[in-house]
Every structure is written in structure tokens, then in C-alpha cells.
């Protein structure tokens, strides 16, 4: 029995993202790889595992710069997805030349028990701008491993090992990172997971299971379920989420104030998970200063530079969670990696420097206004949330019902592709836009002009 006929019964999970498996993705391929992108396209099917949302892949890219990628062929996307790495821009010259500069001094990787002037740099940049006094960093190859630290120094702060996370969440793809996730796309078939992980609702007020129609209403039901976890599961080490999830769904002020005392009362510690909207995204320069101030902040992607070829990531925390002298809770080998930080260090003071931050959030209630606008015009878009330049738009097939348009996004996708706009769904039928940050308010419109004709031709019947 091949692979093929081992898996091609099995469900395909969309929560967090579009997949490479449907009659669509396989007429994409057909009318856009041509020539070089064929070949190169064929030869990473060929080497690669296959994996749902990664291989086979949609296509071949030769360059990535400011807000755009460009594929072999020439043709130039205004990216809105990035994997969330790209805020000051892919590729920004002012992150090029500190690691030009950083190459040219001969110190590039930095081995452990060891340290050097950029890791230490960053860490006290981290401690300057990061608010509510957290003050102690600690760095490693990326995300998923950075919630590996942040879960482990809560164990031990509190000498408990439970949690409490949220369904429907991605916090990376490492066995303790995808026990507190909440998709089981990516802890199926593997066996028992890490014990002791608890999930709750999140708040999601345009659909949430209740029937409620008030935001305050979804905040109590979901603080209930989240205390009744804690009394029923006592000695919680940690609650962790991210403050906006990736859909976007945007939670109230007084909801995390609610679960924030709930931690207090419970002796747990409040874990933000803010990966993706860290470094400006939201029009803070962190998510959590919408909300409450975490005790253990995680941070990651942006945190690279907008490198690809510099993943890093972290978390910074309080002073008076400075206790693991006795232990290794981040024993990676590009620990204080120099050109890493060097990297990082240059992206952040390039976002501060331009005020990237106050843009996204100016340039984000524009992008809302526009969007809702469109909301008006075509009976696709069930509803748009989103706080700066992290926005997601609900794609409905019935709008009373709320009934997901998992195909007609799946098709928008594409012709956005096809029109010069990459973006991606998740959860089957949210469209999410997440540009870098130094996106004009031109491109903007070009690309909310884009996301327009493609919802017109789909309500038109025009399939893919």
C-alpha cells in the first residue's frame, strides 16, 4: 500500500490554513507553473516529505523585498501572510547592512556559555520597550520553542506542570507547544501528548455557540468555563494564549483583565503568546499593551529580522521569575547567537525609528473602514475583525446562518494569486491580511481592490 492509498481517506484539517490537496490547488498549479517554476516546483515535490499546508508547495519564489514577494516567473504579490516574519518590510536594507555588518566582524555564531554585545543588546532593548517591568530574556532558534521555555519556567516558578490554552490555537509544532494547541491537526496519530493540558473557549463574539449577542455576555461564559477548569483541575501552572488569536479574533479589554485575576486567585501565571502580533503588528508595539501585562511575554518571527535565514525567537518575563539556576530551560545551541540579534536589534529600532507601529495602526483603521465598506457590497463577507495590521475577513455562505464559505474562499485565494495578491485562509473561510508594516496606504488600496474583484467574479459565478 503506497501513501497515497494510506491517507487519501483521511480528513484534511483547514483551521490553519488552505491545503494542497483540492481540485483547485491542482488547477492553480496547472495555470501558473510554467517552465523554471514547473521544474523547480517537481523537484521539491520529488525531494521533500509531503505535508498537509507545506509540500507540495503553491510556488517557487526568487525574491522577497519591502511588502512583496516575486516568483520565478517575474511576477511581483503584494504578500499578506509573510508567516508573520517580514514587519519592518522582507528583506529591510537596514537589517541587511547590520548583518553585513555583524559577517564583516567575525562573529556570527556565539557558543554556549558564552555571550557577546548584540545577544546582549537585544536583550536590554527587550527590557526598555516591553512594558509592566518584564526585564529577563532569554533567546532561541524559534517560536515553538520559545512557548517550550515560557512553559517550562512557569512549571517551574510554580512547581505545578497543568494548563489552561484555548481550542482553535497554534502554538508550534513541538510535542509540548502542540499538546497546549487546540487543533487537532496537529496532535492526531501521535500517540499520548504532553499531560496535564487543559483547554478553554475563547471569546469569539461574532461566532460564538451561545446565541449571545453581547460582548460582555461571551466574556462571562468564558471566564466561567476557564474558573470552573481551575477548581475542577486544581494547582494550574500557567494560562497561555495568544491576546489576539491568528484568526484575528479580537477578545475585550475586561476579558483578559478577567482571566488575569483569575490567575492571581489561582496562583497561575498569565503567558501571552505573541509570535505573530508582536513588533508593531497591532498598532502597539506589543499586543498585550491593548490588555494586561503578562508575566511571561513570548516572542518570535518578526524577532528574526524579516530573514528567513535567521529564525529566532524568546521570551522576556519578570525579575522575580528569575529562579532556574538549577536548571537548563533553554539549552539551544543558538542560545545568544550574534548575528541573530544583530538582526533582531536592527528590525526593531527600524520600526521605532519610523514608527511603524503608530502606521499600522492608523493605516489599520483605514483597512476596517474599507473592508466594512465592502461588507455592504457583497454578501460573501459574513463579518471583518482585526486591530491594526492583523485582519481577518469572515467568508459566509449564508449570513444569517453564518454558514463558513469554505470552496468561494478557497477560489478568492486563487484569483487574488492570480491578480497579484497572496493571502491565506484559515479556518477554511477567513481570509487573513497581514502586510509588513511599511505598506502604503496606495498598496493597501490596490490590494483591497484586488480582494474586491475577486469576492465580485465568485458572487458572480465565476468559479475557479
Not at 461564559?221 to 500557567?238: F, G, H, I, T, Y
Not at 479556518?427 to 496606495?442: C, F, Q, S, Y
Request: charged share 25%; aromatic share 8%; hydrophobic share 35%.
Amino acid at each position: 500500500m503506497d501513501s497515497q492509498d494510506r491517507t487519501k481517506n483521511k480528513r484534511i484539517e483547514r483551521e490553519q490554513g488552505d491545503v494542497n490537496t483540492t481540485a483547485d490547488r491542482q488547477k492553480y498549479w496547472e495555470r501558473n507553473l510554467k517552465d523554471a517554476s514547473k521544474k523547480w516546483f517537481d523537484e521539491d515535490k520529488k525531494y521533500f516529505l509531503h505535508q498537509s499546508l507545506s509540500t507540495p508547495v503553491l510556488n517557487v519564489l526568487s525574491k522577497a523585498r519591502g511588502i512583496y514577494i516575486q516568483d520565478l516567473n517575474g511576477k511581483k504579490y503584494i504578500d499578506m501572510h509573510g508567516n508573520g516574519v517580514h514587519n519592518a518590510g522582507f528583506n529591510n536594507p537596514a537589517v541587511i547592512e547590520a548583518v553585513k555588518k555583524q559577517l564583516d566582524e567575525d562573529l556570527t555564531f556565539c557558543p554556549r556559555r558564552y555571550t557577546n554585545i548584540p545577544a546582549i543588546e537585544l536583550a536590554k532593548k527587550l527590557a526598555e520597550i516591553t512594558p509592566g517591568g518584564l526585564c529577563r530574556s532569554l533567546f532561541c532558534p524559534g517560536g515553538s520553542e520559545a512557548i517550550e521555555m515560557a512553559l517550562m519556567l512557569a512549571k517551574q516558578v510554580t512547581g505545578r506542570f497543568k494548563t489552561i490554552s484555548f481550542w482553535d490555537s497554534f502554538h508550534g509544532a513541538g510535542r509540548g507547544a502542540a499538546s497546549i494547541g487546540g487543533e487537532e491537526h496537529f496532535s492526531g496519530g501521535f500517540g499520548p501528548m504532553v499531560p496535564g493540558a487543559y483547554h478553554a473557549e475563547f471569546p469569539n463574539y461574532y461566532r460564538n455557540p451561545w446565541g449571545f449577542t453581547s460582548e460582555e455576555e461571551v466574556d462571562a461564559e468564558c471566564l466561567r468555563q476557564m474558573e470552573l477548569v481551575l477548581k475542577r483541575a486544581p494547582e494550574m501552572a500557567a494560562v497561555i494564549g495568544e491576546p489576539i488569536s491568528a484568526t484575528p479574533v479580537v477578545p475585550s479589554r475586561r476579558y483578559w483583565q478577567g482571566v488575569k485575576e483569575l490567575c492571581e486567585n489561582y496562583g497561575a501565571l498569565l503567558i501571552f503568546d505573541e509570535i505573530i502580533e508582536g513588533f508593531g503588528r497591532t498598532g502597539k508595539l506589543f499586543a498585550c499593551e491593548h490588555f494586561v501585562t503578562p508575566d511571561i511575554l513570548v516572542l518570535g518571527k518578526s524577532m528574526g529580522g524579516g530573514l528567513r535565514l535567521l529564525p529566532f525567537a524568546g521570551i522576556v518575563t519578570h525579575e522575580k521569575y528569575n529562579i532556574c539556576r538549577h536548571r537548563s530551560i533553554g539549552h539551544y545551541t543558538h542560545e545568544k547567537n550574534a548575528l541573530c540579534s544583530a538582526a533582531a536589534l536592527a528590525e526593531i529600532n527600524y520600526i521605532e525609528e519610523n514608527n511603524l507601529h503608530e502606521h499600522a495602526a492608523e493605516l489599520g483603521d483605514y483597512t476596517l473602514q474599507r473592508l466594512n465598506e465592502l461588507k455592504e457590497k457583497h454578501h460573501l463577507i459574513g463579518h471583518v475583525a482585526g486591530l491594526g495590521l492583523h485582519i481577518g475577513i469572515d467568508l459566509v455562505s449564508n449570513e444569517k446562518t453564518k454558514e463558513r464559505a469554505v470552496d468561494e474562499a478557497e477560489i478568492i485565494m486563487f484569483k487574488c494569486l492570480e491578480k497579484g495578491l497572496s493571502t491565506k485562509t484559515i479556518e477554511g473561510n477567513v481570509l487573513t491580511l497581514r502586510p509588513a508594516l511599511v505598506i502604503t496606504r496606495a498598496e493597501m488600496d490596490r490590494a483591497i481592490d484586488i480582494i474586491d474583484q475577486a469576492i465580485g467574479e465568485v458572487e458572480a459565478g465565476k468559479k475557479y
